[in-house]
């Protein structure tokens, strides 16, 4: 094959390639020290003696709070300076749900379990599966920062933390919302590796490669 019939095209910005790994980071250290928070003592599942320490994760409430309540602002403005980038760059089109994607969910998703063969026609830079994925993953980001506040100022902001359902249900939710993270992280890494170096490589250079 020669030179000409590849085509090297631009799939990701700079900006949403910067976010994007400064996102996975924040929030991988936002889970690790949520996780001492909760842990501090059995909140919602006990954990075996055995796994807490050799994690090492009881017994540092300080410690995952230093952490948590610093980072939360670093999470926040990212997350802020995305959204608005995708609002202004008119990106947000690309993973908005449109009517298309209720259609075509399930069929995305049968195809990609290769219980179908055929997949939806539709092209663009993601599928209805993505994009429900990809927002979703958005939403949960709102909804951690919104639930976590309202824990973290109960008093101040005592009308967000009723209108969550009060403390302890707000706490609840941002927990189940620790978990929505990591299963959208699981379904999100095995179809990266499923998707192979080309696209991995466009959220990392910027760039995918097309063979003509
Ligand atoms: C090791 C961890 C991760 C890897 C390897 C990874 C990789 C990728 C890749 C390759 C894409 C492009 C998908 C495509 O073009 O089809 C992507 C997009 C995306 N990822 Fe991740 N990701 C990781 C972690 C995360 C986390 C933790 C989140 C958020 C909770 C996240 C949210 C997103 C979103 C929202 C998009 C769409 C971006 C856009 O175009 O606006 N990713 N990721």
Same mark, same amino acid.
């Given at each position: 094959?020669?030179?000409?019939?590849? *085509?090297?095209?631009?799939?990701?910005?700079?900006?949403?390639?910067?976010?994007? +790994?400064?996102?996975?980071?924040?929030?991988?250290?936002?889970?690790?020290?949520? *996780?001492?928070?909760? +842990?501090?003592?059995?909140?919602?599942?006990?954990?075996?003696?055995?796994?807490?320490?050799?994690?090492?994760?009881?017994?540092?409430?300080?410690?995952?709070?230093? +952490?948590?309540?610093?980072?939360?602002?670093?999470?926040?403005?990212?997350?802020?300076?995305?959204?608005?980038?995708? *609002?202004?760059?008119?990106?947000?089109?690309?993973?908005?749900?449109?009517?298309?994607?209720?259609?075509?969910?399930?069929?995305?998703?049968?195809?990609?379990?290769?219980?179908?063969?055929?997949?939806?026609?539709?092209?663009?830079?993601?599928?209805?599966?993505?994009?429900?994925?990809?927002?979703?993953?958005?939403?949960?980001?709102?909804?951690?920062?919104?639930?976590?506040?309202? *824990?973290?100022?109960?008093?101040?902001?005592?009308?967000?933390?009723?209108?969550?359902?009060?403390?302890?249900?707000?706490?609840?939710?941002?927990?189940?919302?620790?978990?929505?993270?990591?299963?959208?992280?699981?379904?999100?890494?095995?179809?990266?590796?499923?998707?192979?170096?080309?696209?991995?490589?466009?959220?990392?250079?910027?760039?995918?490669?097309?063979?003509?």
């Amino acid at each position: 094959m020669n030179d000409k019939s590849i *085509i090297i095209r631009e799939k990701h910005s700079r900006l949403l390639r910067y976010s994007h +790994w400064i996102n996975f980071s924040l929030l991988s250290i936002m889970v690790w020290s949520g *996780i001492l928070i909760y +842990w501090a003592n059995d909140a919602y599942i006990k954990i075996p003696n055995s796994i807490a320490e050799t994690f090492s994760i009881r017994f540092r409430l300080a410690e995952g709070m230093g +952490w948590h309540f610093f980072i939360m602002w670093a999470f926040l403005f990212n997350g802020l300076i995305y959204v608005n980038y995708m *609002i202004i760059s008119g990106e947000w089109r690309t993973i908005a749900p449109n009517r298309k994607t209720f259609y075509e969910v399930i069929p995305v998703i049968l195809h990609e379990l290769k219980i179908k063969k055929s997949g939806p026609v539709t092209i663009g830079k993601f599928n209805a599966a993505q994009r429900l994925a990809y927002t979703g993953a958005i939403l949960m980001g709102l909804g951690s920062v919104l639930t976590g506040i309202a *824990i973290y100022k109960p008093v101040t902001l005592g009308w967000l933390t009723n209108l969550l359902g009060g403390y302890k249900a707000a706490r609840f939710e941002h927990f189940l919302l620790m978990i929505g993270f990591f299963l959208f992280f699981i379904v999100h890494i095995i179809q990266v590796a499923r998707a192979g170096w080309n696209n991995f490589r466009a959220m990392l250079a910027g760039y995918e490669i097309e063979k003509d």
